[in-house]
């Protein structure tokens, strides 16, 4: 289990290293918290000639809330990320998603834009920001860029960063009085990656819903909102049945394949489960 | 006043260095100067002619010193004999065919290990696919993968069965898993091509049986290998027996590229090619009287070892032989082992090694049978306990149980569960549509076996003209130094469980001193250790045997140092107590320092008494009693010493997932004397944990075509701390008759327990019999949907 052979590059500065990876293009990979790309190159399922590592570069850590969003710097540790105050205090969601993502040790390392940039579609923070209908600044020699998240996403580990690009940051709108939200998965153990997994985020106005998002993943190529269920949800109060027309909506919407772990069958019941009880819960945060 | 070390729960003095970092795992030494890196090329089918193996691209990488293939393992050893004659020879590589995913077809070493993987990649490989067989059943109908086919008969089953007021009759599967140990295997060998020996550091889990079996590999005498065990191993569970192979292979790669190799496995190699438990498929007939006697057992096992049958398999099914009849009264039992081989990694030891197996099918069908009877399972259990005064017990297949109230030990499971409690809480639960489940196990912990075991694979006839064989015996050596130092060395080549802090604790208890003054060597050489083939940590042998050779060897120093120091006090050696560091006059004041006795024996021998030799050393072996060769009618007693264990489990399935939710679980332990009740926790806790992690999460998975699809930890899914459920523990000490000590093996009992109480806590729960282990949440819910 060690890697190929790749040339090593740490730049210093954010100008260095677009300058490396328009340089080297598809043959580079940027290196951050590594907790996805180091087993991937030590298993040589990645094999690139140039590793870009970003870890020093200044200031692309800082997690601020500014013009109601939360911005975090690529660099943000996701154990700092959950439990940054402006995150706690207006991003509930992804304070719910992080201690989901593998164990405490990888959290410490693995950063908010790595796991992004990933796109892996049984990630945490990547569900997140579709649900919550973020966006993230993708910069490059050319100039900058912000692209939302329904669109960053494009396929299991394949997001729409150009080969010159890196994400910079990462913008999480707030959630503000009437909003509330639910994080739901299940894995088979503690920091495994989930048999199926949902987002929900809901706006009430006067007992009513007004905007509902329901994302899932795991059992999608790349997070996904599903609208049959925000469609179902929009204008209603929530009980018990509705929530559980929206878990069957979500459950039909998707189309999972039979894994080691678990069935088709289980993961498009799972799906529905989880949507459920989020909506529930989501909505008895917005009250 | 003299101290009594033994039976305190003193802690770890291993632990403070290995909490520090400051183990000596294998990783760390560097034995051999300027060894080179070895990386194992291995076969990606499960079954397949090699048509070609061109190494030529990788000999022109720089930095790659040579590689050796599957035609020099040919050509420079002999394949490694086994307990039954195996129609496919097993050689540390493969040659000219494939027989599982994972398999060594070569080997390339180099300057390090990243050129030697680049290197991989580079060995060009032509593969002819060949039909891989995969299922158990098909390989027991095709005579050349029908390893070893036999029939024990006890008693007479057929008359009890057909007498019985209800025969049970179910197949049960138990999956393959694993030990996985935190340290992977690791071997540095160095060939001495002037002397034409070999010297290899592994981290080896003895048996040293094994030490033979990779002599006659390599052609040479024993003599001729040297192994030497680290001293600390990162875990092995029974996993790293099998280190051997790979000493082999790397001893030959030494031997041919004329370097020492060095060679350190990687989790993706260990989880492909190094070792798990045996698979295996049982079907059960099972007849009870109208008032729940058990009145007789058949067996029909299929037993999955793997592409080769490799030492010491077919050992995995007949460890329990002595206890086919579990922890019950029955006296009709019979059974029909058939040994297969399939396209998978091979087998070896892995705690509870048959055990779990042997007691899920054992202790469903009581469960089963307790259901169709209308009888708590408690109570079917307690009617068929080999009663206390029944002691020492002869089983029907010749198994001799030492000690132990089996009802006694139920009874304290169920009062520590709350037992009648949880009935009524799960009745009143079910009434609400949970699904509430209890289950029970009550199974006999077998530890110290009989080696001879593994020859009952081959008949009565076939055995005649062999030397009989039931090694079970252990050395070790203590001795005091001139300055009063005192040193143990034992052989058994531990992995974590703590024997130098019970070492120490016996010791010291006979030379009356505290553990501290005792240093113990638990480094393992073959060429300068007291070792025999018995030694090492198998079948949780150490409290029973390895400390008994430890008292041994302590009690002749501290009878020579009485010797020595009533002829310095001039009083009968009958009066000298040692205690506090000192050689005391019984009832005075009188007395000398043991430093003073060592002294005297090592500067000045003509101070002794007449006739005794200089120097305070001794070395001694024991061996556990009752362990003769199966008899001609195949009945053995197949292990020295039995514990006994009864679990209670409460589960609740959580009817939307399928989850397994373990509410509570009870595990009330007899293992004899307890040496030092705070490891002997520890042991408990460890083997729960194992037994849990197949009951709940963990089983190798090999696909139709023999790929390995639980290849990683991704996949591989160990019990990790957030999944372990909650543990009660209880314990009797019913002393040994047949250990010095009085102690027994506890290291396994639970392994072997908990598949069956959670499986029978499941079945409970869910109402039906058709359960299979891992009970993972996506399964159990495919039982309910």
């Known amino acids: ?163 010159d690009e890196l994400l910079v940051e990462t913008l999480w709108p707030a959630a503000g009085p009437g909003w509330g939200c639910a994080f739901e998965e299940l894995a088979l153990r503690a920091g495994d990656y989930a048999l199926g997994m949902t987002a929900c985020v809901l706006h009430i106005e006067e007992a009513r819903i007004a905007v509902a998002r329901v994302a899932v993943g795991a059992v999608t190529d790349r997070p996904t909102v599903i609208p049959e269920a925000g469609e179902l949800l929009a204008g209603e109060a929530v009980d018990a049945t509705l929530a559980r027309e929206a878990g069957r909506a979500a459950a039909r919407a998707v189309d999972p394949v039979d894994s080691l772990h678990a069935s088709a069958a289980y993961q498009r019941h799972l799906t529905g489960l989880l949507v459920e009880r989020a909506v529930l819960r989501a909505w008895e945060a917005a009250l | 006043m003299r101290q009594q070390w033994v039976g305190r729960p003193l802690p770890r003095f291993e632990d403070e260095a290995l909490l520090r970092g400051a183990g000596r795992y294998l990783d760390d030494l560097d034995p051999a100067p300027n060894a080179c890196h070895a990386a194992v090329l291995r076969s990606q089918l499960a079954h397949a002619r090699i048509a070609k193996l061109d190494p030529s691209a990788a000999l022109e990488l720089p930095g790659v010193v040579g590689v050796l293939t599957g035609a020099d393992v040919a050509e420079l050893s002999r394949p490694f004999p086994a307990g039954v004659d195996c129609p496919i020879p097993y050689r540390a590589a493969a040659v000219d065919v494939a027989r599982y995913a994972g398999e060594p077809l070569a080997v390339v070493v180099a300057r390090d290990r990243y050129v030697a993987e680049d290197a991989l990649e580079l060995v060009e490989v032509d593969y002819e696919p060949l039909e891989p067989v995969l299922d158990p059943l098909t390989a027991a109908a095709t005579e050349r993968l029908l390893a070893s086919d036999r029939s024990f008969r006890y008693g007479d089953p057929e008359s009890a069965l057909a007498s019985a007021h209800l025969v049970v009759r179910e197949r049960f599967a138990f999956p393959r898993w694993s030990g996985t140990p935190l340290e992977c295997y690791g071997v540095v060998a160095d060939w001495d091509e002037a002397t034409g020996s070999l010297t290899a550091w592994a981290n080896f889990q003895g048996p040293f049986t094994l030490h033979s079996v990779a002599a006659a590999a390599l052609g040479l005498p024993g003599s001729k290998l040297r192994l030497i065990t680290p001293p600390d191993s990162g875990g092995s569970f029974g996993i790293k027996s099998t280190v051997y192979a790979y000493v082999v292979l790397m001893g030959l790669a030494s031997r041919k590229l004329g370097v020492p190799v060095r060679w350190i496995e990687d989790r993706l190699e260990h989880l492909a090619g190094s070792s798990g438990a045996t698979a295996r498929i049982t079907d059960v007939e099972a007849g009870f009287s109208a008032d729940g006697e058990l009145l007789a057992l058949r067996y029909d096992v299929v037993e999955d070892v793997g592409a080769y049958v490799r030492a010491p398999e077919p050992a995995t099914l007949y460890r329990m032989h002595g206890s086919l009849s579990g922890a019950y009264r029955v006296r009709h039992v019979a059974a029909r082992n058939r040994v297969v081989t399939t396209n998978r990694c091979p087998t070896g030891l892995n705690r509870g090694f048959g055990g779990p197996q042997l007691y899920f099918a054992l202790e469903r069908t009581m469960a089963i049978a307790a259901r169709r009877l209308s009888l708590d399972p408690a109570e079917l259990a307690r009617r068929n306990l080999i009663r206390a005064d029944e002691q020492p017990y002869r089983t029907p297949s010749g198994g001799l149980y030492d000690s132990g109230d089996y009802a006694a030990c139920l009874d304290d499971a169920l009062r520590l569960a709350r037992y009648e409690e949880r009935v009524a809480e799960r009745d009143r639960a079910r009434s609400e549509g949970r699904l509430v489940g209890i289950g029970v196990a009550c199974i006999v912990e077998p530890s110290i076996s009989n080696m001879g075991y593994i020859t009952l694979a081959r008949t009565p006839e076939q055995r005649a003209g062999e030397l009989p064989k039931s090694g079970n015996a252990e050395g070790a050596s203590v001795q005091v130094s001139p300055l009063g130092g005192i040193t143990v060395r034992v052989a058994t080549a531990g992995q974590g469980q703590g024997h130098a802090t019970v070492c120490a604790q016996i010791v010291a208890d006979q030379l009356g001193v505290g553990p501290a003054d005792v240093e113990v060597i638990t480094e393992m050489d073959t060429s300068t250790s007291a070792w025999t083939v018995s030694s090492g940590s198998y079948s949780s042998r150490f409290s029973g045997v390895s400390a008994g050779a430890v008292l041994r060897a302590a009690e002749r120093v501290a009878a020579k140092a009485r010797r020595i120091a009533a002829h310095l006090l001039e009083c009968d050696p009958d009066d000298v107590e040692l205690a506090g560091g000192r050689a005391v006059v019984t009832g005075s004041a009188d007395g000398i320092s043991l430093r003073r006795v060592a002294g005297v024996a090592h500067w000045n021998p003509e101070a002794l008494p007449p006739g005794l030799e200089p120097g305070l050393q001794a070395t001694a072996f024991h061996a556990a009693p009752n362990l003769d060769p199966p008899d001609a009618d195949d009945r053995i007693a197949s292990s020295a010493a039995h514990g006994f264990v009864a679990d209670v489990a409460v589960v609740e399935v959580e009817r939307e997932t399928g989850r397994v939710l373990v509410l509570d679980y009870v595990s009330v332990h007899d293992a004899g004397r307890l040496l030092n009740p705070l490891l002997a926790a520890g042991q408990v806790r460890g083997s729960f944990a194992h037994g849990a992690g197949v009951a709940l999460l963990e089983r190798t998975v090999y696909d139709a075509d023999g790929n390995l699809l639980t290849g990683s930890f991704m996949d591989y899914l160990c019990l990790t701390a957030p999944e372990l459920p909650p543990l009660t523990t209880g314990h009797r000490q019913s002393p040994s008759p047949f250990t010095p000590l009085g102690a027994k093996g506890l290291g396994e009992g639970t392994t072997m327990s908990v598949p069956a109480a959670i499986g029978n806590a499941v079945a409970d729960a869910l109402g039906r019999d058709d359960i299979e282990l891992p009970l993972t949440a996506p399964r159990v819910w495919e039982l309910l949907a």
């Not at chain 1, 951050?32 to 570069?57: E, I, K, T």
Request: charged residues 20%.
């Open chain 1, 1 to 163: 289990m060690k890697p190929a052979p790749f040339r090593y590059e740490r730049p210093e500065t954010l100008e260095e290293a677009l300058g490396l990876l328009a340089e080297h293009g598809e043959e580079a990979k940027v290196l951050a918290g590594g907790q996805s790309l180091v087993p991937l190159l030590s298993m040589r399922f990645a094999r690139p000639a140039v590793l870009v590592d970003v870890n020093r570069l200044p200031g692309l850590d800082g997690i601020a809330a500014e013009n109601g969003h939360v911005r975090a710097g690529t660099l943000a540790r996701q154990s700092a990320f959950g439990e940054a105050p402006p995150v706690l205090e207006r991003v509930p969601l992804a304070t719910e998603a992080v201690p989901h993502i593998g164990h405490f040790a990888t959290r410490n390392r693995g950063t908010v834009g790595g796991s992004i940039a990933h796109a892996d579609a049984r990630a945490e923070l990547p569900l997140a920001l579709v649900a919550l209908g973020g966006s993230a600044v993708l910069a490059s020699r050319r100039g900058r860029r912000e692209v939302a998240a329904d669109d960053l996403f494009v396929t299991h580990f394949t997001s729409a960063l150009e080969p």
